[in-house]
Structures are given as C-alpha cells and as structure tokens.
C-alpha cells in the first residue's frame, strides 16, 4: 500500500514539475533566428547577459536589446555598457534596487515589451530570488497584456538546465563571449566566471558535437504559464 502510494506521489511530482517539458524535443535542435526576429534579453544584473547569452547576442546583434533590470553602482553600470560595446547590442538599464526585483513590478511593466517575437530570461529554477523574480513578473505582466507568437526563452547562469531543448553553436564567437563577461571585472575577481562559463559552454559543445555552444528552453507563452502555476 506504501509503495503505491509512494509511486503515485512520484508520478504526480513529475507531472507538476515538468508536465510542460514533455512535448519538447529529447534532442536539442539548434535555435536559428529569422533575419527579421526581435529579441529582448533581460538581465536581473550586469553580467547576466554576457554569462548566458553574449555568444548569440554576438552572432545575430542586430536582432537584440538588452534591459538590465538593476545596476548597483556606477562601477557596474560602466562594466554593463562596456560589455555592451563589446558585443553590439542596443542596451537599456533600469534603476531597480538590487535583490528587490520581486517588490518592484511597477518598474518593470514599463518594459516595452511590444514587436519581440522572443524573450530572454534566466532560467526558472535558478538559485537566485532577482532571476526567479523576472519569471513572476513576465507572468504577471503576460496576463493583462495580449502577445501573438511571443516565446519565453530560458538561459543559464547560475543553474544548468537539466531539459534544454535548444542549443546556438558559438565556437566561432567564444573570443567574443570571453571578452564581453571580462568587462565586468569587479564581479569576475570575484569568481572566475569566465572560465567556469566558457567550460559550460564547451562541455554543451562537446553534447552537440561542436567546440562550444550556449543552451536555451525556449517555450510558447501557454507552456511557459504552466510552469510558473507550479512554481
């Protein structure tokens, strides 16, 4: 009687946690942007971007914005802008105060959100509250503001994504990754990001067959609303 017990809960568990995932390709796919596509990164804090998305950033920077939601100081401001540069994306910061992402939706829903047809989040399960916080809001903002066709795109920073279904050969832009996360030096004396990164990067190469590569879930808005119901 324990034991079925015990399996239905299991059962159940799965389903909550990952019923969404179970449409998704086993095998990630590679992710190709359309010429015309528009794509907006947001980034909890200055570095975020260039950790999980500089490689594809680089090598369609025409078709993103970056909006960092909060900056901490002027030292990092300047490292944002710099890695920016870098990178050749349109860029915004906005002045939220950091570690309070979650008490301040009234600043976020002033993101123009209007024309992208993805946008770029950490990922859901991610060990920090700011990066966890992004996903509350863009639910909360999703459900009073009609989308056509907009899909939700997880990246990685602080958590690996145990399902990604998409992956961006980055090999030959990995110089350019590099540079972009070393701009933001005040966080990477700190940590060696750079390396520990570009490693993920290429240990995600090495499943795809290829040098390096960044991984992304990208999900359609109803999916992507599922997984915060259970979060």
Known sequence: MKKNFLKILY????????????????????????????????????????????????LNNKNFKVVCLTHGNDERRNEFENAMKVLGVENEILNIKDKHI???????????????????????????????????????????????????????VWSTMNMPNTFVDITNVVDKKREAINCHQSQVNEKDYTTKILGLNEYRGMLNNIGFAEAFTVLDKKDFQKIIQNF
């Open 102 to 156: 979650i008490d301040d939706y009234d600043t976020f829903k002033k993101i123009d959100f209007s024309g992208f047809n993805y946008i770029f989040i950490p990922y859901i399960y991610d060990q920090h509250s700011d990066h966890k916080a992004i996903s509350t809001h863009l639910n909360k903002y999703l459900k009073t503001h009609k989308t056509s066709d907009l899909k939700i795109v997880f990246y990685e």
């Open 11 to 58: 059962k159940r568990l799965l389903n909550i946690v990952f019923h969404p995932f179970f449409s998704m390709n086993v095998k990630p796919q590679p992710f190709v942007l359309k010429e015309n596509d528009k794509c907006l990164v947001l980034a909890p804090h200055p570095d975020d971007e260039s950790i999980g998305c500089a490689g594809i950033m680089a």
